[in-house]
Nanobody
Framework: QVQLVESGGGLVQAGGSLRLSCVAS????????MGWFRQAPGKEREFVAR????????YYADSVKGRFTISRDNAKNTMYLHMNSLKPEDTAVYYC???????????????WGQGTQVTVSS
């Protein structure tokens, strides 16, 4: 019911910052909880962060807590992930996820974007 397109990935030095964007179409973005996942080569997709439909509640994986900030602008149908103090272990393809009520941290439901590559060099 919703289509998602990620952007903003790239190459950055350790300690640097990036902002990822996810634009939703097909349905109003305020109808969906949204979140970010990532997948490194040879590893399973893992949860990064989620945000409620109104943007009033956020939740982060321990690995990114204090460094990443998730936000959304429903007027623009866009969700963001501000990534600070990046580490080489943050290198992965980052995926946008949207679901009607809540984001499953195991990534078992909802719609997915195609992903955007983030590479952190030392």
């Amino acid at each position: 019911q919703v289509q998602l397109v990620e952007s903003g990935g790239g190459l950055v030095q350790a300690g640097g910052s990036l902002r990822l964007s996810c634009v939703a179409s097909g349905r109003t973005s305020s109808s969906y909880a949204m979140g970010w996942f990532r997948q490194a080569p040879g590893k399973e997709r893992e949860f990064v962060a989620r945000i409620s439909r109104s943007g009033g509640y956020t939740y982060y994986a321990d690995s990114v807590k204090g460094r990443f900030t998730i936000s959304r602008d429903n007027a623009k149908n866009t969700m963001y992930l501000h990534m600070n103090s990046l580490k080489p272990e943050d290198t992965a393809v980052y995926y946008c996820n949207a679901a009607p009520l809540t984001i499953d941290t195991h990534g078992r439901s909802g719609s997915w974007g195609q992903g955007t590559q983030v590479t952190v060099s030392s």
